[in-house]
C-alpha cells in the first residue's frame, strides 16, 4: 500500500484529527498502519507523551512505537522548527536526516504509513527547507486538509499551487467542516475542484465531541478508501 503525507492550508485545520480518524479505519480494515509526525511543536504534556497531536495519533492507529521513533523532534514551543531553533529556550537542532531513517523504520514495520505534516506546505524547518522539501525527500504522495471558513479558497489555491512547484504528487483533499458559519460545503467542493483540477475526497462533518470511532466510521461509510491504496 501506499503511505500518505497529510498536511493543511494551515496550522489548527484539523490534520490530526483527519488522521486519526483515517487510521482507526485503515486499523479497523485489519491494515497494520503506522503513523509518524516528524516535527512536533508545543506545549510539553505534563505526563504520557510530549505532544498532544502523538498521543492522539498513537491511540489512534493502535501503535506501541516508541515516541521518540514516531516523533523524533519535539520542540516545547508552539512555533514552526525554523522558529523554534532559533529561540535560546530550545535545545533541539532539526536533523532531516533523523526524520528520513526513521521514517524508513516505521515503514519496515507498518504496512501503510500516514504522516503528519506541520502547519502548512510552506512552514519552513530550515532556511530554504521546507515542508514541500520533506515531502519530496520522504517520496510521498499528499492529501491536503482544509476547512470551510471564508478565505479558505485563497489557502488551498495557494497550497496547491505550492505543491505543483515542488512537483509533489497530490492524490485529493479532504475539506474538515470545522467552520459551521463557512462555506456551503458542496459549493466549496465544486470550487476546489474546478479551480485546483485536484480532487475533493471527501467531507468530515463538524462534530461537538470528537471522538476517533466517529471519523473512523465517516471514512468507512461515506469515503472510498479503496483509491488510497
Ligand atoms: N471535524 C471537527 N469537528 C469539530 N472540531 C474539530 C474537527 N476537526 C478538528 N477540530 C478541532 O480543531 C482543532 C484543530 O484540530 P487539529 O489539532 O487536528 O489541527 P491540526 O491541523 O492538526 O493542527 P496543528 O497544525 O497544530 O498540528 C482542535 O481543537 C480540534 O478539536
Ligand atoms: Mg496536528
Not at 485503515?26 to 498532544?52: C, D, E, Y
Not at 526524520?99 to 512552514?123: A, C, P, R, Y
Amino acid at each position: 500500500m501506499k503511505s500518505y503525507f497529510i498536511t493543511g492550508t494551515d496550522t489548527d485545520v484539523g490534520k490530526t484529527w483527519i488522521i486519526a480518524g483515517l487510521a482507526r479505519a485503515f486499523r479497523n480494515m485489519g491494515v497494520n498502519i503506522g503513523i509518524m509526525k516528524p516535527f512536533a511543536a508545543g506545549t510539553l504534556q505534563k505526563t504520557g507523551f510530549k505532544s498532544k497531536d502523538v498521543e492522539i495519533l498513537s491511540r489512534a492507529a493502535k501503535v506501541n512505537d516508541p515516541e521518540n521513533l514516531v516523533n523524533p523532534q519535539f520542540f516545547p514551543i508552539p512555533a514552526s522548527p525554523y522558529t523554534a531553533m532559533k529561540n535560546s529556550e530550545v535545545h533541539v537542532k532539526v536533523n532531516v536526516d533523523l526524520i528520513l531513517q526513521n521514517f524508513k523504520k516505521l515503514s519496515s514495520i507498518h504496512d501503510f504509513m500516514l504522516v503528519e505534516g506541520m502547519g502548512g506546505i510552506m512552514t519552513p524547518i530550515l532556511k530554504n527547507y521546507y515542508v514541500t522539501n520533506l515531502i519530496n525527500d520522504l517520496n510521498l504522495e499528499t492529501i491536503i486538509v482544509t476547512r470551510t471558513r471564508i478565505g479558505t479558497l485563497n489557502h488551498t489555491i495557494m497550497t496547491c499551487k505550492m505543491a505543483k512547484k515542488y512537483s509533489i504528487h497530490v492524490r485529493g483533499i479532504i475539506i474538515n467542516q470545522i467552520d459551521l458559519d463557512g462555506y456551503d460545503v458542496n459549493v466549496l467542493k465544486d470550487d476546489i475542484e474546478d479551480v485546483t483540477g485536484f480532487s475533493v475526497l471527501g467531507t468530515v462533518p463538524f462534530f461537538k465531541t470528537l471522538d476517533i470511532d466517529q471519523i473512523a466510521n465517516i471514512f468507512q461509510t461515506k469515503f472510498n478508501l479503496k483509491i488510497l491504496n
